[in-house]
């Protein structure tokens, strides 16, 4: 697997060096010349770069993975660490230093209001004010799609610009046996990509504004946040109006490619800006104050206000939940569903024919998930950037994950009660407990047999997937915050683990695992599917909260266990309910 050193942050880096100094993480061999320096401390930049890395994906590197030296130096600096390199210490001012050699001796000569002059002068800055900037970046998940693998916004692209060539110059390109202006597969490239921001910049020249990019633009689904003026770039192509006719469908090709790159960076978590050639002068002392203007904002936006975040949230998710019951709408047997499957590439071994044809049913459950990416694939990744902005702006606080837990699925599992707590909330939940115990058993016997194990390593987030995640679907264990507990190694493998309730150390362990297990997308969407195909589906009403509601709930279930009817009555007053299945499944 490539690597993506995008996903690394500075907390990361922080987090690596804490477990250097705690003497869990340590290289084979000494560091020879490339040192970070950080809190008065001197720490072996490569290892720990590699260390920040697992940290944050779960993916150990080797030494021969990734580069040292000058390339290890420009990925700290990107973060605003100082280095120490081959004896000198590198800070902010002397990050240049290090930096690949200039481009200026291949555009000597040229105006300085040239498109390359002006990306190079916009580098520099970049550069100077960010750190580590790649040029012609390209990524695994950015290349041009074929026919099997164009949704409905990037087909209905496709389909108006092919339209639009045959129309206006089909007597031209049938003369030069014309094909197709896409070539699926193709890698496309980017102008800049600043990993320590995840931030794509375009640099668009007059012939990037043409009349077919217009007809692109008119597709981009509103609940998509694209990072430059959709309408600015509209109004600047109907003004300028290039024409490229090399070849003859260039001006399709470069639309189409344009907008691949625009929503699949948005797809992949990615903020993608747009620069008009000519907005700025990134020679002129004015570049900067543009720079800041132009990225700060964008590329550090702050998501203020969690409970607003949490309704955007409940919004995508009543919205996939109507998705899928529309297209559940459009079959009438199982035989149907199993041919739209294979012919949009799902595996299908897991749907085994039911009694009774019922596509609102968690039989269908491990198809939930590959349907709405098939068929809501701009509203899926909304969701999926919406939840990484809202973990990364709350990471310290515990509420984050039980309000999203509680969107989905636990308020289906509480409308649902008697199906799902058969012999009460408490019963359930202190059985799942006492299995949690499990995991924690596996989890310090694994660490025990070999001293070079660590915390974080695969074994341990299985242990934390398959035993400890069900902890946010129990609302009452928001009680106990998550402890900040930095050597979980030194932690678990001198956990003392007893018979019945969990003890206060265990369950400050499992909230730890449980965290690390439920805090990606993946995890949160795919647990419990039949919460989205079967529903209720919640508008919230006017006025009203979805923590209030969390916290009403909590109440209810600390003073009495079975509860269905009080539940649901809590519930109505919060939400319009809209029911898809039977109330008395």
């Known amino acids: 697997m490539p690597i993506d050193w995008s996903k690394v942050r500075k907390v990361h880096v922080n987090k690596a060096c804490h477990r250097y100094n705690a003497g869990e993480e340590h290289p084979h061999r000494p560091a020879q010349n490339t040192f970070l320096l950080f809190e008065g401390k001197r720490y072996p930049a490569k290892f720990i770069r590699g260390l ?12 021969n993975d990734y580069s040292g030296g000058t390339e290890t130096v420009r990925f700290f600096r990107a973060f605003g660490f100082s280095v120490e390199y081959s004896g000198k210490v590198i800070g902010e001012r002397d990050n240049s230093k290090i930096e690949q050699k200039s481009n200026d001796t291949d555009i000597k000569g040229e105006d300085n209001s040239s498109p390359k002059m002006q990306k190079a002068f916009l580098r520099k800055l970049l550069e100077r004010r960010i750190g580590c900037v790649e040029t012609e970046a390209r990524f695994n998940w950015l290349e041009v799609p074929d026919c099997s693998s164009k949704d409905g916004t990037l087909k209905n692209i496709y389909d108006d610009l092919e339209k639009h060539l045959k129309t206006v110059k089909w007597d031209l390109v049938s003369k030069v046996g014309y094909k197709d202006f896409s070539i699926p597969g193709y890698k496309l490239a980017c102008d800049f990509f600043i990993p320590s921001k995840n931030l794509i910049i375009e640099y668009d020249e007059k012939q990037h504004f043409t009349e077919q990019r217009a007809k692109s633009l008119v597709h981009y689904p509103s609940d998509l946040n ?51 050639h000519g907005d700025y002068d990134w020679g002129s002392g004015a570049g900067k104050k543009a720079i800041e203007d132009l990225i700060t904002p964008k590329a550090n936006a702050c998501i203020s206000n969690l ?26 047997g199982h035989e149907e569903v199993i041919g739209w499957l294979k012919e949009n590439g799902i595996d299908d071994s897991r749907c ?9 049913s968690s039989h269908w459950n491990a198809i939930t998930s590959p349907v709405l990416y098939k068929i809501i694939p701009d509203c899926m990744a909304g969701m999926k950037n919406r939840f990484s902005k809202l973990y990364q702006s709350f990471s310290e606080d515990d509420e984050i994950l039980y309000l999203l837990y509680f969107i989905h699925p636990v308020r289906h599992e509480l409308y649902y009660f008697n199906l799902h707590y058969p012999n009460g909330y408490s019963s359930r939940l202190s059985r799942l407990l006492r299995s949690h115990r499990q995991g924690l058993k596996a989890a310090r016997t694994y660490l025990h047999k070999d001293k070079d194990r660590r915390a974080n390593d695969s074994f341990i ?23 900040d507990l930095r050597n979980l190694k030194k932690i678990i493998n ?6 019945g309730s969990l003890s206060p150390d265990e369950m400050n362990v499992a909230m730890i695992l449980c965290t690390e297990a439920t805090k990606s ?15 209720p589906i919640f508008t919230l009403k ?13 109440k209810i279930l600390q003073e009495t266990d079975r509860n269905q009817d009080i539940i649901r009555a809590k519930l109505k007053e919060y939400y319009i309910i809209e029911v898809l299945v039977s109330d008395d499944r």
Request: proline share 3%.
């Open 52 to 63: 920040a890395y697992e940290i944050a994906t779960g993916d150990k590197l080797k030494s």
């Open 226 to 276: 694209f990072g430059f003026d959709i309408d600015k770039w509209h109004e600047a192509c109907a003004n300028i109006k290039a024409i490229d006719l090399d070849p003859i469908y260039r001006d399709e090709q470069r639309a189409f490619y344009d907008s691949v790159k625009d929503i699949l960076a948005v797809r992949n978590g990615m903020t993608l800006i747009r620069i008009k």
């Open 307 to 332: 409970e607003e975040n949490i309704e955007e949230m409940a919004c995508y998710y009543s919205r996939i939940q109507r998705a899928y019951r529309e297209w559940a709408g459009q079959f009438h």
């Open 352 to 360: 085994q024919k039911q009694e009774s044809f019922n596509l609102f």
């Open 461 to 483: 987030r299985a242990c934390g997937t398959t035993a400890f995640k069900h902890l946010y679907i129990h609302p009452t264990t928001s009680g106990r915050k998550k402890p």
């Open 494 to 499: 001198h956990l003392e683990i007893w018979e």
């Open 521 to 535: 997308f993946e995890s949160w969407i795919g647990y419990a599917p039949c919460a989205i195909n079967e529903g």
């Open 542 to 554: 006017e006025n009203k909260k979805h923590s209030d509601c969390f916290k009403d709930i909590v």
